[in-house]
DNA sequence: CCGGGTGTCAACCATTCGGTTGACCCCTCG
DNA sequence: CGAGGGGTCAACCGAATGGTTGACACCCGG
């Protein structure tokens, strides 16, 4: 059978060269291209369609440094004619990041410190159209379904995201380009579903659950 | 001359991987042993002078799934007879974690996004000695010592740890005994110890600088 | 002995925040 | 097509917060 082209994208030149020696040492593997960010991840696609050389698999970071973002990347990667499967890899395992990258349309969401067989397994998983969760993706995912009750909305972890970085309720607002009441009306919803009254317990409540990433711990 | 022999320390097998590839590339390094966290670093430092076959740079990640972090492992191996030096080679570059590495001993501060060739000058001069420090390790240490105004009292760090579990005024103060309005005058004093107006900007900025710890933030 | 830092407290005021009600649009799913 | 959920917005009110000024007591070190 043909082997399976893997693009990567990392803005890691360290990641990028252990995944290339990883990979590679599989059987039926191979690192077609690699890309530092989302934006040459795209280029790259394009140079390789029109080499008539497609890649099967994305193998995505989701922290760039700089450049286009994972999420952003996996998206239009997505809303290319016949896309290719994205597989997240990545350090992180928070409900925010795990979030974003599925809705974005990400095939699958491993971990960085997975064993490299489970790596494989992964590749081999996304290559074939199937999809690959960590443990903690497809426990949140589960929960999601059975309890969305509880569950925070996409854009309210947006919400929470930028008030733990200290905003008033107007700088979210322009942030967001929403109006300042919307963002009282996320912020309610915020409360309830937390369980919380003050916009610090929400902070801190969305810390504990790793819901949100403590500032200072993203990129 | 000898070659260098570098001991890697980092949980993810990826980045093992890729500094090894990468490593081994240059001419005059090797890759002596690896390490997936800080306990494990240790005992192979053990062995390897037990075979009286020492490493001249240790290679570490400051961050750690599981086991010991990078942070104590570095001050540990520090206290060691002979200690070769500890080079920091990880992803972030924020205050708390640049000035921990340092006091704990390291002699250099790289992020893993740095071109291959930077991280070759640096296990150079670990190796020779010799500090490599990043632009924002650099600059954040001049900083420091040019302007050492920012320090935080006690009871500043006390009231700055009520704030972060999402207490209001009311309540640190019956948790302190004292009135709202001395919980209120030190909250002036931190924001402007920490350069923001407003709580939620203070706790931000208080975990990232690792002042305080963000609530069950342990992993 | 006095200056300065720390911790404590009070009164005041403008702003922000928390919470509610009600409303509209859009999409999806039954 | 209708119901429901998500997202958006507005107006309102009481409560909390931020910001200021001024004050007092303590302790340390010059």
Redesign the interface.
Same mark, same amino acid.
Request: charged share 15%; aromatic share 0%.
């Given at each position: 059978m043909n082997e399976i082209r893997v693009l990567l994208v990392d803005?890691?030149?360290?990641?990028?060269?252990?995944?290339?020696?990883?990979l590679s040492a599989f059987e039926g593997i191979s690192v077609a291209a690699e890309a530092a960010d989302g934006g040459a991840a795209l280029r790259e696609l394009e140079r390789l369609r029109i080499l008539g050389d497609d890649v099967d698999v994305v193998l995505m970071d989701l922290q760039m440094?700089a450049g286009m973002d994972g999420v952003t990347a996996t998206s239009r990667i997505r809303r290319l004619e016949k896309p290719p499967p994205v597989l997240i890899l990545t350090?992180y395992d928070t409900d925010a990041d795990i979030l974003a990258a599925v809705e974005a349309g990400a095939s699958g969401y491993m971990l960085?410190? @997975?064993?490299?067989e489970q790596?494989r397994q992964a590749v081999l998983a996304a290559a074939a159209g199937q999809t690959a969760l960590a443990p903690k993706a497809a426990a949140l995912l589960m929960d999601r379904i059975s309890n969305p009750a509880t569950a925070l909305t996409s854009r309210e972890i947006q919400l929470l995201e930028l008030?733990?970085?200290?905003?008033?309720n107007r700088a979210m607002a322009r942030e967001l380009f929403i109006s300042e009441a919307t963002v009282k009306t996320h912020l309610v919803h915020i409360y309830s579903k937390l369980g919380?009254d003050?916009?610090?317990?929400?902070?801190?409540?969305a810390?504990?659950?790793?819901i949100i990433r403590?500032?200072?711990?993203q @990129?």
């Open positions: 803005d890691h030149p360290v990641v990028r060269a252990g995944l290339t020696a990883m440094g350090t960085k410190d @997975a064993p490299p790596i008030l733990a970085t200290g905003l008033t919380v003050s916009r610090t317990a929400a902070i801190a409540a810390t504990q659950r790793r403590a500032p200072g711990q @990129a």
